[in-house]
C-alpha cells in the first residue's frame, strides 16, 4: 500500500465511524490494566497508545487454545520467526522488537503473568511453553507505557489468568492428527460463598514434522481466591515440563531435496517451573484501593546443541583451532587427532537454575480533581534473581547425517576461548513509579506518567576470579499523551514515553571481541555494556460501534521509536560463536490498522501492519558466512539498513461464519513481506521471500456438551520460511547434497497439516 493509500484509508476510518455513532448501541466498556498489577482497570480510551486485547473466545476461535497463534493471526504489528523451528519457542516480534526464548536475542517486550514479571532474570528470555494457554482469560498487547519497568522498549504483554469467580464449569478436550500430535487438556473453576477455585492441567506430545523433533509437554495451573467486604485474594500456583527439540535453519540446497532435514542435531531444551504468586486487592474508601503481590519461582532449564566444529588435525598430531591454538582437557593435557582427518563436532551443554522473587504494592485514587474526574496511581516494585549457570564444550564426530557423536572430551582452554564455566548471578531490579490520568473535559484526558528503575547486577566466578563483577543502571522514565474521544465510536490519540533496558548477566559476561562465547552463553571477563533508552512517539484513533446485530471495532496509528545504545548478538569469526556489544541507534516506525467486523452470522478481522526497523548508526560486524562479506570476513552497516528477522509488510485476514449455536467455519490467511538474514545487517543479499498461509478450521457442537472440532493448517502446503541465516556448510558434510556450497539456509514454515479435535462441556 502508497503513503497516499495508508493516509487515505485512516482519514477514511475517522471520518466514517463518527457518522454511524448516531445508529450505534450502547457499546460494552473493555477494561485493561493500568498497570501490571491485576485490581486496577482503566479504558482502554483514556490510554494514549495502542491496546489490543484478546479474549478467551478469541484465544480459541482458531481451534485448539493457543495464545501465540492468535497474536500471528490477529495481532497487528506482530510477526513469528521460527529461528529454533519449533512451534512453542518462537521469537515473537512487535512494532520490531522482540521477546524471545533464546538469550541471544535482545530482548525489547516486558512480560507479566498476574502480576509477575515473566522475563526471566538471567537473561530476560520469555518462554512460551511454561503458560498453559487454556488457563488464560484474557491477553493485553499495549505500546510503550514506563509504568511496566524493565524491557517495555516496544510494549507490553499482559496476561491475565483464570480464577473460579470469572471462570465455572468443567471443560475437558483431547486434540490429535499429523506428526504424532496427541494433546489433552481439562479445566474446572466455581466458586462457593466468598471462595472460588480453578485449575487447569494440559500436555502435549508431538513427533515434529521435522527429522529429530519432538517435544513434550505438560502444564497445571490453580488459582484459589477470596473476597468479602471489599477485599479479594487470590493464589496461583504455576508448574511446567517441557522437553523441546528446535533443530533450526536449514542450508538451502539440503531444503531444495529434503524439508524435513536438518543440518545439525541435537538441539534440546528441557524446562522445569514452578511459581507462587499471591496478589490481591482492597478498596480503602470509595476512590481509593490498594493492590499487591508477592511471589517467588524457581526455573532450571538444561539446553544440549549439536554444531559443527573448527578444530582439525594439526601438524603434530594433536587437535587444533583453525587460528592455531592447540586444544587441552579439564586436565590440561593435549587432544590427539583422534579421528585422523575425520569430522569433528560440539556438544554445547548448559544448566541453568534460577530462583525469582519479588512483590509489589500499589495505591489507586480515583477521587475527583478540581471537580474533575482523576485516576492516580503509584507504586513500588522489586524483582529479584539469583542465577547458578554452568556450561560446557564436549569434542566428538560428526555422523554421517549431521549428528554429534561421542566421545565426549570436554574442550579446556588456558587462554579461555573455549572452557567450562560455573557462574553465580545476582539481580536486584527496584521500580518506583507514579501514573495519572486526568479528565481536562468529559472527551479530553491527559495522561502522564514517570518510572525509576534501579537496577543492581552481581557476577561470580566459580571457577576463578576473572567473571566477578557488580554493575548498575538506573534511569527515569517519563510519558505523556493526550485522547479525545469524538464520539462513542472514535477517540483520537497521542503520546510520547520513554523505556529503558539494563543489561543482563548474560550479556555483561559476554561483551568482549577478544574472547568470544558460544550462541548459549559461555562467559568470559568482559567491559561493561551500556543501557537501552528508546523514545517512542505514537498517534492514531481507535474506535467502537454497534447497530442492531452488526458491530465494527477498529484501530489505526502511526509510531515512532528510537533506541539509543542497542545491543546486539554479534558474529565471530569463530564458528557459532559471537559476543555482545553496543550498537549506536536504531529506528523502528510504521503504521497498523486493524478492524474487527460483525454482521448477522458473519464476522471477520483484518489487521495490517508497516514496521520499518533500521540501524541509525554505522558499524562493523563479523559474518564469516556471509557470501558477500568482505576479505576479512566483515560486512559494513550504513545508517538506514534493515534490522535481519523483521518482515516489513504484514497482513491477516479471517473470516468466520456461524449461522446458529451448533456449527461453525472459519478460513483465515497471513501474509509477510521478505525479511533480511540474520548475519545480513548491511542487507547484501536477497531478503527470504514473502510468503502467503492459509487455514481453515469447522466446529459442530452434536449435543449441548460436546463439540467436534478440526483445523487444517497451512491448507495449500505453501512452502515458505520465517527466519533466515547462514550456515557453514563447507565444514559440515551433507549426506544428502555432497556438495554443498551455497551458506544460506532458512528456517521452513510447517506443511499442511490435519488435526481433529473433541471438546467436553458442563
Keep these: 500500500m502508497s503513503k497516499s493509500g495508508r493516509s487515505a484509508c485512516l482519514t477514511g476510518i475517522l471520518l466514517f465511524a463518527p457518522a454511524l455513532a448516531a445508529r450505534a448501541a450502547d457499546v460494552e466498556t473493555v477494561v485493561v490494566t493500568a498497570s501490571a498489577l491485576p485490581g486496577t482497570a482503566i479504558d482502554p480510551d483514556r490510554i494514549p497508545a495502542s491496546v489490543q486485547t484478546f479474549s478467551e473466545e478469541d484465544l480459541s476461535r482458531l481451534g485448539a487454545v493457543s495464545a501465540l497463534r492468535t497474536l500471528n493471526s490477529s495481532g497487528a504489528g506482530v510477526s513469528l520467526a521460527d529461528a529454533q523451528d519449533n512451534p512453542l519457542q518462537p521469537n515473537l516480534y512487535y512494532r520490531g522488537f522482540e521477546a524471545s526464548p533464546l538469550a541471544g536475542d535482545a530482548q525489547g517486550l516486558a512480560v507479566y503473568v498476574d502480576g509477575v514479571r515473566f522475563n526471566q532474570p538471567f537473561g530476560d528470555v520469555v518462554n512460551w511453553d511454561l503458560i498453559a494457554d487454556i488457563a488464560i482469560d484474557r491477553l493485553t498487547l499495549e505500546g510503550t507505557n514506563p509504568v511496566f519497568g524493565l524491557n517495555a522498549l516496544g510494549g507490553a504483554i499482559s496476561v491475565q489468568m483464570k480464577n473460579g469467580f470469572l471462570w465455572q464449569g468443567t471443560q475437558a478436550e483431547v486434540q490429535g492428527g499429523s506428526f504424532g500430535r496427541a494433546q489433552g487438556s481439562l479445566q474446572a473453576g466455581g466458586s462457593a460463598g466468598d471462595g472460588s477455585v480453578y485449575v487447569a492441567a494440559s500436555a502435549l506430545n508431538d513427533d515434529g514434522w521435522r527429522d529429530h523433533s519432538p517435544s513434550r509437554v505438560a502444564q497445571a495451573f490453580a488459582d484459589f481466591g477470596w473476597r468479602s467486604r471489599g477485599v479479594e485474594l487470590h493464589l496461583d500456583v504455576i508448574g511446567a515440563a517441557t522437553g523441546l527439540t528446535g533443530n533450526g535453519p536449514v542450508p538451502v540446497q539440503l531444503l531444495a531435496v529434503d524439508r524435513s532435514g536438518v543440518f545439525t542435531f541435537p538441539d534440546k531444551t528441557d524446562n522445569r517451573y514452578g511459581l507462587a504468586n499471591l496478589f490481591g486487592t482492597t478498596e480503602l474508601s470509595r476512590s481509593l484501593s490498594l493492590q499487591g503481590n508477592i511471589y517467588v519461582g524457581r526455573f532450571r532449564q538444561m539446553t544440549r546443541n549439536g554444531d559443527a566444529s573448527n578444530v582439525e588435525g594439526c601438524d603434530t598430531g594433536l587437535l587444533c583451532l583453525d587460528n592455531g591454538t592447540v586444544l587441552t582437557d579439564t586436565s590440561g593435557r593435549t587432544i590427539p587427532d583422534f579421528l585422523a582427518g575425520g569430522t569433528y563436532a560440539q556438544l554445547n551443554s548448559t544448566a541453568t537454575g534460577t530462583l525469582g522473587f519479588g512483590g509489589s504494592l500499589q495505591l489507586s485514587n480515583k477521587g475527583a480533581l478540581f471537580d474533575h474526574a482523576n485516576h492516580l496511581i503509584v507504586g513500588a516494585v522489586y524483582d529479584g534473581g ?258 535481519p528477522s523483521i518482515p516489513k509488510n504484514t497482513l491477516k485476514a479471517t473470516i468466520n461464519y456461524q449461522p446458529d449455536e451448533a456449527f461453525g467455519a472459519y478460513i483465515s490467511g497471513r501474509y509477510a513481506g521478505g525479511q533480511y538474514l540474520r548475519g545480513d545487517e548491511a542487507n547484501l543479499n536477497p531478503t527470504t521471500p514473502p510468503y502467503v498461509v492459509f487455514g481453515v478450521g469447522a466446529r459442530y457442537r452434536f449435543s449441548p456438551h460436546f463439540e467436534l472440532f478440526t483445523e487444517i493448517a497451512n491448507v495449500f502446503d505453501a512452502h515458505y520460511a520465517t527466519f533466515g541465516t547462514f550456515s557453514p556448510v563447507s565444514d559440515v558434510p551433507i549426506a544428502e547434497v555432497p556438495n554443498a556450497s551455497n551458506p544460506r539456509s532458512l528456517s521452513p514454515g510447517a506443511p499442511g497439516s490435519l488435526y481433529v479435535g473433541i471438546r467436553a462441556t458442563t
Design 386 to 643: 539469583r542465577t547458578d549457570f554452568s556450561a560446557r564444550t564436549d569434542l566428538g564426530e560428526l555422523s554421517p547425517h549431521q549428528g554429534f557423536l561421542g566421545p565426549g572430551i570436554i574442550i579446556d582452554l588456558a587462554n579461555g576461548e573455549i572452557a567450562p564455566v560455573q557462574i553465580t548471578s545476582g539481580n536486584d531490579d527496584y521500580g518506583l513509579y507514579a501514573a495519572d490520568i486526568f479528565s481536562i473535559t468529559h472527551a479530553l484526558s491527559l495522561s502522564v506518567s514517570a518510572r525509576f528503575n534501579a537496577v543492581r547486577v552481581a557476577l561470580r566466578d566459580r571457577l576463578g576470579t576473572s567473571l566477578n563483577g557488580s554493575h548498575s543502571f538506573t534511569h527515569v522514565n517519563p510519558a505523556a499523551g493526550l485522547t479525545y474521544r469524538i464520539s462513542q465510536a472514535a477517540t483520537l490519540y497521542a503520546g510520547y514515553a520513554e523505556a529503558n533496558r539494563a543489561p543482563t548477566p548474560a550479556e555483561l559476561s559476554c561483551a568482549s571481541a577478544a574472547a568470544p562465547c558460544s550462541l548459549t552463553n559461555f562467559f568470559v571477563a568482559d567491559p561493561p555494556l551500556r543501557q537501552v533508552i528508546a523514545q517512542t512517539f505514537e498517534a492514531g484513533g481507535r474506535g467502537e460501534f454497534r447497530d442492531g446485530e452488526t458491530s465494527l471495532r477498529w484501530q489505526a496509528g502511526v509510531f515512532r521509536a528510537d533506541a539509543a545504545d542497542d545491543i546486539l548478538f554479534a558474529a565471530s569469526p569463530m564458528i557459532g560463536r559471537g559476543f555482545f556489544r553496543n550498537v549506536g541507534g536504531t529506528r523502528r516506525q510504521g503504521l497498523e490498522l486493524s478492524a474487527d467486523l460483525s454482521w448477522e452470522a458473519w464476522s471477520g478481522s483484518l489487521a495490517y501492519s508497516y514496521t520499518a526497523a533500521t540501524f541509525r548508526s554505522a558499524l562493523t560486524l563479523n559474518s564469516p558466512e556471509n557470501p558477500r562479506a568482505d576479505d576479512n570476513g566483515e560486512i559494513h552497516v550504513r545508517p538506514g539498513d534493515a534490522l
